[in-house]
């Protein structure tokens, strides 16, 4: 199956080249409350680029938008001139299902490209919350990822190529379509995660993999976290290789609509055979460890159905709400148990309602914590016994989610992990590339 | 600052047993597997970070070039210092610092030879995935610059997949830490950029890798089949049924009879193709993929299809394939290696270009191939001491690479770029992508001190360039080269 790729790329759907400065729309695309003068809506690579570099030769701000389901993630920008949206550049260019290679542009809607690869019984391993209004191209500059990294890696492990627009509007790539590539600098890994800093995506080659032949899941309940933890990667050692590990805390777990227990849950993925044999491996472990009774869900729709409130779990939109913070922490994975101590320690002692979820296999958690209301002191007491907690511990945490007030308080949502010459690469490569801090000025590392 | 001085301060840094500056020490630090070459003024063996950290600052200082090097068995030239100066080899530091099997991460020094990371820690079930052809060789330092290959990153992804973090220390000195063995660092994935980057943009001192829990069982298959264009068959379909074996390689007739020659595998002389095809994973997996495979292989047309469980069977069928660099040796003096990468779908059709060219400059071409990635390693077979041959060979490497990418590939899938194709680079890279590129590069190394003219085109044309050159000083030995 291929779409006719280089047609598609020079198609113009009319050309777009003044930002429309319609009040109404422009208040929705607010960022921290900051109300864009204009947004651009381009429909071509040329289009994007032209529109950046007019507001960059004009000391204009400029923030690329996908789904904007991220908005939050960061610290406050500096300013807001212009949104440029992606919603037109949002189709498969090229697929080849032989190749199991996907070209797409920024805009398109992940959980649409993923039904597109169903069909063809492929699929593309990369993971984002809210995946039904999230795009490609903001899944790889918010590095996301959910429960089944454990199996399938991050962003990093299947971007092959990339087409961006410096701020100047000068277009470029890096990598190309096939999946093995050194030629050249890996401009895709500067992309991955980079928040809308250094360029705006455009296009994105991507490696695919064929749907699993089989896959189960299944709830097994523990009394406390650390055992939860332990019985993770134990499954691990053993040689089990599940897809994903998710440990959710009582209040956790009771926010999914499960029995407010901790729980852990277990994804595997494999041949028909393959999954049973896993699940019996699993059951045996946890009889040794626990006794407890492992609860299976079986058919293809519960299991998908399921999963998907535990990947919005901190990106809900219920937690845009006041006295309402998320801390993301990326830790080793046998550190995770201790963070879980940590943060239900720290909130007990502060008088703070948490929620934790942790991918215990791949060593990323996030706290949801509801904090007394106007307490934001307490609140960042609470950030910061988990943050040096973590830190601490050579891992890294961040404040993904905050209202608008704590936010600026914190001097960087972004933590205090990144050494001295880390930050001056970081900031040298920024300048670099955007050296008029054009796009989204002071949202990333040490207000970049 | 002269050669004298120069020595004196590389004695200060280093002592007198680790810096080599006679012509008979250094003469072996010229060159690489490729076919450039260039004496350095000295060459220092650090036992550790803070040596290199005053190296780079001392070089930085008297703007002297600085070359890292593993061992040597790059294929592009990269290692070489082509403007001289000091080449540092990484060969003392080569420790394993630690491993958590847990937490599925280990550190090691630069050094480290690949395979002896693998063997260090097998006791406790893991191992590190990425395994080029050079394994026994090649450092992991040296992988990372290059972010490495080989027969098994079609399931596990290549070096780069592989790296955690690093510890770099960038001309002038400074050391920096980047990525680590927890997920999500803010800011910019740093290691990653860092990875691939052959060298210009420091010196790597330290990597933290992840490790891989060994799979229970291995299981592979070795199909013969008539024709490429049916062995090609068979690969699409493996991957159509839904399959990502952990290895796809493919032999072609004129490869199959070379090993025969050489070492007898035991394939058939009207053999037209080769087809080794390895899954592991759990043995309830093997077996549920065991049929699909060899039923895919005999409807393509494979008119034999054995299989391997026992590793000692296993080996034997990998035997003709990891034979296929010395069997090259034994019957041309000399040849030349391409690392093209196309589209998985073209492999057919640019596979019978492939012979074409061979036949337009009267070349014998032998072909191996990654065929689940599509990586295309031609070797050009040659006599460099017929007259005017050396010619030929070059051009026709360059009509097979930019063939590869006329279809939508490009000139190197896991050997780099090095001195050998960085006047290629604007065949795949616009002016614009290499500007970008560098723009970043001056960030780590502004003045271009370490590893310099490398990767990026010297922007002299090509009939000038010291590519012809290089080919005519061949060096001996190549029959070693690592595919």
């Known amino acids: 199956m291929k779409a006719t790729g280089n047609k598609k790329r020079t198609r113009r759907t009319g050309k777009e080249t003044t930002p429309k400065t319609d009040n109404e729309n422009l208040g929705k695309l607010a960022i921290d409350g900051q109300i ?95 995946s039904a209004t999230a795009t490609v191209g903001g899944a790889i500059a918010s590095n996301s990822s959910g429960p089944t990294r454990l199996q399938y890696g991050a962003a990093r492990d299947w971007l092959i190529g990339v087409r961006f627009a410096l701020a100047d509007g000068t277009l470029a790539k890096g990598g190309g379509r096939v999946v093995k590539n050194v030629a050249g600098f ?43 933890c332990e019985a993770a990667l134990r499954i691990i050692d053993k040689g089990i290789f599940p897809t994903a590990e998710t440990v959710l805390d009582s209040n956790g777990a009771e926010s999914l609509g499960l029995e407010a227990r901790t729980t852990l849950l277990i994804e595997v993925r494999n041949t028909a055979q393959a999954v049973e044999r896993q699940l019996r491996e699993i059951q045996q472990l946890v009889w040794q460890l626990s006794g407890a009774k492992v609860e299976r869900i079986n058919d293809e729709d519960s ?105 600026t308080q914190l001097k960087d949502i972004w933590g205090n992990a990144l050494s001295r010459t880390e930050l001056r690469l970081m ?16 949202r990333f590392v040490n207000s970049i | 600052m002269n050669k004298a001085q120069l020595v004196k301060e590389l004695i200060k840094i280093f002592g007198e047993d680790s810096v080599l500056h006679h012509v008979e020490d250094i003469m072996v630090y010229e060159y690489d597997f490729s076919i450039d070459s260039n004496r350095p003024e000295a060459v220092v063996l650090p036992r550790n970070t803070e040596q290199i950290s005053q190296l780079m600052d001392l070089c930085e200082k008297n703007k002297i070039p600085v070359v890292p090097r593993g061992a040597g068995t790059g294929l592009n030239g990269g290692s070489i210092p082509v403007r001289g100066g000091i080449v540092v080899s990484l060969a003392r530091m080569k420790k394993l610092v630690k491993h958590e099997p847990k937490n599925r991460y280990a550190v090691v020094e630069p050094g480290m030879v690949n395979i002896d990371l693998s063997n260090e820690i ?136 070379l090993i025969e020659r050489a070492m007898h595998a035991g394939y058939p002389p009207d053999a037209g193709a080769v087809l080794l095809i390895e899954i592991d994973g759990l043995r309830e997996e093997l077996g549920d993929l065991q049929d699909t495979i060899i039923d895919i292989c005999r409807r393509t047309g494979a008119f034999d299809v054995k299989y391997a469980t026992s590793e ?49 400059y009267n070349l014998v071409v032998a072909n191996i191939f990654h065929a689940g990635d599509g990586n295309l390693h031609p070797s050009l077979l040659f006599d460099a001491r017929e007259p005017g041959i050396l010619e030929r060979v070059i051009e026709a490497g360059e009509k097979i690479l930019k063939l590869c990418v006329d279809v939508g590939g490009t000139i190197t899938g896991e050997h780099g770029i090095g001195t050998e194709k960085q006047e290629y680079m604007t065949w795949i890279f616009s002016e614009a992508d290499l500007e970008t590129m560098r723009k970043v590069k001056d960030v780590f190394n502004p003045n271009d001190t370490a590893n310099p003219w490398k990767v990026f085109p010297t922007r002299q044309s090509c009939g000038e360039i010291s590519l012809k050159m290089r080919l005519l000083k061949s060096k001996p030995g190549m029959e070693e080269a690592w595919i």
């Open chain 1, 427 to 442: 900031r040298d490569i920024k300048k670099k590339l955007d050296p008029n801090r054009t796009l989204n000025p002071g």
């Open chain 1, 303 to 407: 299991q998908s159905k399921f999963w998907s409130p535990v990947t919005d779990f901190a990106y809900r939109p219920s937690l845009n709400a006041p006295n309402t913070l998320v801390i993301k922490a990326g830790v080793v994975p046998t550190q995770v148990a201790m963070i879980i101590r940590q943060a239900h320690q720290s909130a007990k002692m502060n008088n703070i309602q948490v929620e934790c979820m942790a991918h215990a296999g791949h060593g990323i958690l996030y706290v949801v914590a509801k904090y007394p209301e106007n307490d934001e002191e307490t609140a960042l007491k609470f950030i910061k016994e988990i943050t040096a907690k973590v830190e601490s511990n050579s891992g890294s945490a961040i404040i993904e989610q905050a209202p608008l007030t704590l936010k």
């Open chain 1, 186 to 228: 890996d401009m895709m890994k500067l992309m991955i995660g980079s928040m809308g800093t250094l360029a705006m995506l455009l296009e994105l080659n991507l490696k695919l993999l064929p749907l699993p032949k089989a896959r189960a899941t299944v709830l097994i309940p523990f009394n406390a976290e650390h055992e939860a």
């Open chain 2, 122 to 257: 097998a006791s406790t079930g893991y191992f590190f995935a990425p395994d080029p052809a050079s394994q026994r060789a090649s450092t992991i330092g040296g992988n990372i610059a290059l972010n490495s290959g080989g027969p098994h990153c079609l399931a596990l992804g290549s070096t780069t997949n592989h790296i955690l973090g690093l510890e770099l220390v960038l001309p002038g000195g400074e050391v920096v830490k980047t990525g680590g063995a927890a997920p999500d660092r803010p800011g910019y994935d740093l290691t990653g950029f860092i990875v691939g980057s052959e060298g210009t943009l420091g010196i790597i001192t330290e990597a933290t890798v992840k490790t891989m829990k060994i799979p229970e069982a291995v299981q592979t298959f070795l199909a013969l089949f008539h024709t490429i264009d049916e062995a090609c068959e068979a690969v699409a379909q493996v991957i159509g049924a839904g399959i990502v074996p952990a290895a796809l390689e493919m032999l072609d007739q004129v490869m199959i009879e």
């Open chain 1, 36 to 130: 864009p003068k204009a947004v651009a809506y381009p429909t071509t690579n040329e289009e994007a680029a032209e529109f950046l570099r007019e507001a960059d030769s004009t000391g204009k701000k400029v923030s690329v938008r996908g789904g904007g389901t991220k908005l939050r993630i960061g610290n406050s920008i500096e300013g807001l001139d212009l949104v440029i949206s992606t919603r037109k550049l949002n189709q498969i260019l090229e697929y080849e299902a032989a190749d199991l290679t996907l070209c797409v542009q920024a805009g398109a809607n992940l959980a649409q490209v993923q039904s597109k690869l169903e069909k063809q019984g492929q699929f593309l391993p990369i993971t984002s919350p809210l």
């Open chain 2, 312 to 360: 000692e069977e296993r080996q034997k069928l990998w035997k003709g394939r990891k034979s296929a660099a010395g069997a090259l040796g034994q019957v041309a003096p000399n040849f030349y290696l391409h690392d093209g990468v196309v589209p998985r779908t073209k492999l057919p059709e640019v596979m019978h270009k492939v012979m074409e060219i061979g036949r337009e």
